[in-house]
């Protein structure tokens, strides 16, 4: 085996536990890992309230309790405290470790009702288990994460505890020693908050769904399946790789583990064709990183975004998807230049086709697979309309009839070969001979999107039902195709799809150690924001060195989001950034006249955050590829940097140009023009930034690569130029334009006032003015009422979490003005000349690579 294989092997040990016993205590790890499995299908399975009438129904703290509890003792059982620290066995000092760890995590649990019954009233025990709790937390933190989140975790408890030593910038009063415990343990405001909800609720059972799609070998077949479609291409390895990692990216929680479980197989190809190691690595990384920011899981940030922003999962998947998409187009294409500049091939086809009978073939399967996604969409209502009750049986014995049917025509078939990354491959696999053999790993995807977005289950259920579904495939897909095939002994190929499932369900929950103790210890950081209030210090740090510039202070928040985020897994990284950056960009941008939705700044922050995993000198993911490539891991993050470029670039365009989330779309043609103006966009950036189109770039022509590529992103931003968007008028003269603007219309109010820390500040806000009425009536449904008093439009009421409170609007501030938008030109109309500056470019290119390639004939 290479030594990138085993760099990779000794990265997964890191990521599920460096730590192998044999024996009953191997037995019990493995044991305590499956029932933590079967514990979070029950959680999220519609059984507890089956059987309410036998076993009560645990609610949210409860449950976080007893999840971390099991976090918390196979990180101690599974990873060693030291590199020299056994790893065949458990020291006697790790059990007691675990033990007590896993009491302090389900005291929550075990004295539930003391608790709720003294609430902010700690006893001498609650406060000694807080304690030991906390202790052995940031230990198993160090363990699964390394130093980098444990030591962040141990600076805001010191700020807790001693912020009145603190320099005066930052300096509070400090919290007593019973408060800050009993905060960050013994309430839901700290370690047992909204991000181990999440993790509890959702993020498990979507480790555990892909945990078993690549048990069941679904990893391994879209990997072949990747290569299938794009190996022959020019650089078509590491095309493939960027589509692999992009489809494992769909369910995975890790960067890292998206790295080696791709790269493994991807980065050695790369290499074969032409790509230097530190390229190969760095297309991987950038690939897998970008895997994190794409829905429908986006690293469980996108749970987490469900509960900060306050929108629906469905929403949260709309507004990521079109950046995640491009962002990915983008890096196929930079892919695409670095081959056309090495000249590097793809790899030959296995079987030379007819271009034509492969179309004929990719679209005949398109067919199918549009005949029969089309037959059930429409067959499940009339099912459900009609059988009423006795439908989810019909449904289930229909999901079964046609996955034996897929497995009978995958009989028909050898199996994919086995992934080994040090063999050699000498063709790229055609698509009809892979994908026939793996058509039923679709089925519980196919579950999932369809529980998500047709039947509108919450996260949680869905992917129960997606579980379920892979579940039964990998116990029965092995027996099933040996009877397909005429083998016998099946009562073998049943234990062996067992043992898989067991194995699943242990590697499920070995996977999720890592995240669920990284959600725990980042709940420290957040509950140290809410006790101390050090967001709002924050705030005004960045707005004085900003100046009260908002691009630079954006620039600003992306450094500081980057810093945060080194060393951090992804769940953990989001939860620290969003904790402490998201309010600075709301309350700057406010101040400087600018509305951005809350969900856009969320995903600012989480995309720069994101990017530590790319950047030296921390960029974890950068030295896993560089292990397995064998190359320079500094250069390697360096080089994927520079590929990521384009996925940085789109946070500051997306705040800007709301569009491009989705948001303020009128009608088709304008998604149409949204969807193709980006697209666009983004592959003339990434020309830009490589500095080759059609061929090398010149100076000047970078330039107006660029400012095309701007003019797509944001035509907006010359309209405005010329046409200003909004006029501003006093709040007299605009109420009857409030009255009159339509149902579900918003308006822009520019208020002003002294906040709870005595600062006078001036904002800009915007609020729904929900169905047409009086202007007053408008108001007041978003939670707001005002008053005429010496000329001056005042604040009299804010109701309590009304969309004006959240706003930020305060008793006694002053309306200063309401901003109506104005008429303006249509901005797609700058997509002309932007169009005829990119033409000019094509133009001089094109003469310069016809004369190129006259002078090489020549010669």
Known sequence: MSTGQDAAEALVAAETGARQPTGMAGQLIAGVAVLWSLFQLWYASPLPFVFAHVLPVLNDTE???????????????????????????????????????????????????????????????????????????????????????????????????????????????????ARGLDHMWL?????????????????????????????????????????ALLGHLKGGPAKAAVLASGMTGLVSGSSIANTVTTGTFTIPLMKRVGFPAEKAGAVEVAASVNGQIMPPVMGAAAFLMVEYVGISY??????????????????????????????????????????????????????????????????????????????????????????????????????????????????????????????HFVLPIGVLVWSLMVERLSPGLSAFWATVAIGFILLTQKAALAAFRGEAD???????????LVAGLEL?????????????????????????????????LVEFLSGGNVILMLLLVAVLSLVLGMGLPTTANYIVVSALMTGVIVELGAQAGFVFPLIAVHLFVFYFGIMADVTPPVGLASFAAAAISRGDPIRTGVTAFLYSLRTAVLPFLFLFNTKLLLIGIEGPLDLVLTVVGALVAVLVFASATQGFFLVRNRLWETAVLLLVAFTLFRPQY?????????VSVPYVQAAPMLEAAPDGASARFVVSG?????????????????????????????????????????????????????????????????????????????????GLLLGAVVSVQRRRRKHAVQVEAVL
């Not at 390394?146 to 005066?168: Q, T």
């Not at 004006?804 to 997509?831: C, H, K, P, T």
Request: proline residues 5%; aromatic residues 12%.
């Open 718 to 726: 010359w309209v405005d130029l010329a046409q200003p968007p909004f």
């Open 187 to 227: 309430a839901t405001e700290g370690v047992f908050g909204i991000a181990i909800g999440v993790s509890t609720s959702f993020v498990f059972l979507f480790v555990l769904f892909g945990a078993l799609l690549d048990r069941a070998g679904a990893g391994h077949y879209f990997i072949q399946v990747s290569f």
């Open 490 to 500: 099946h009562a073998a190929h049943m234990r062996e799809g067992f043992n898989a």
């Open 314 to 439: 469905l929403e949260v998947i709309r507004h990521a998807f079109l950046p995640a998409i491009i962002s990915y187009v983008a890096l196929v294409y930079i892919v695409h230049l670095e081959a056309l500049k090495a000249g590097m091939e793809g790899l030959p086809r296995h079987v030379a086709s007819p271009f034509v009978l492969r179309m004929m073939r990719s679209a005949l399967t398109l067919a199918g697979f549009l005949v029969i996604g089309g037959g059930w969409y429409f067959l499940i209502p009339m099912v459900q309309g009609a059988f009423g009750d006795a439908a989810p049986y019909i449904l289930a014995a229909g999901f079964g009839g046609l996955y034996f049917a897929l497995l009978f025509y995958a009989s028909r078939f050898p199996d994919l070969p086995h992934e080994d990354a040090a063999a050699p491959v000498l063709s790229a696999p055609e698509l009809a001979e892979i994908g026939r053999t793996g058509l």
């Open 63 to 177: 449950a976080r309790s007893i999840h971390l509890a099991f976090a918390v003792f196979l990180a101690f059982t599974s990873f060693p405290a030291l590199r020299r620290s056994p790893r065949n066995r458990v020291p006697l000092s790790d059990w007691l470790f675990a033990g007590a760890a896993a009491f302090a995590a389900a005291y929550l649990f075990l004295f539930n009702a003391g608790l709720a019954s003294r609430p902010g009233l700690p006893l001498e025990r609650d406060l000694v288990t807080a304690c030991v709790g906390i202790v052995l937390l940031l230990e198993a933190t160090r363990r699964t994460l390394g130093l980098p989140l444990m030591i962040l975790a141990l600076i805001f408890l010191a700020y807790v505890f001693f912020g009145h030593l603190a320099p005066d910038l930052i300096v509070w009063k400090g919290a007593s020693f």
């Open 754 to 834: 002294e906040t709870l820390e005595g600062d006078k500040v001036t904002r800009t806000i915007s609020l729904p003015l929900g169905e047409q009425a009086s202007h007053t009536v408008r108001l007041e449904a978003a939670g707001l009422t005002l008053l005429q008093e010496n000329g001056k439009t005042i604040v009299d009421d804010v109701v309590f979490d009304s969309e004006a409170f959240r706003a930020g609007i305060d008793f006694d501030w002053e309306v200063l003005s309401v901003e109506i938008a104005q008429d303006q030109a249509n901005s797609y109309l700058m997509y002309l000349p932007a």
């Open 508 to 540: 499920g929950a070995r996977n999720m150690i890592g995240i669920a103790v990284a959600t725990a210890t980042a709940g420290i950081i957040v509950g140290a924001v809410s006790l101390t209030g050090v967001g709002q210090v924050l705030t005004e």
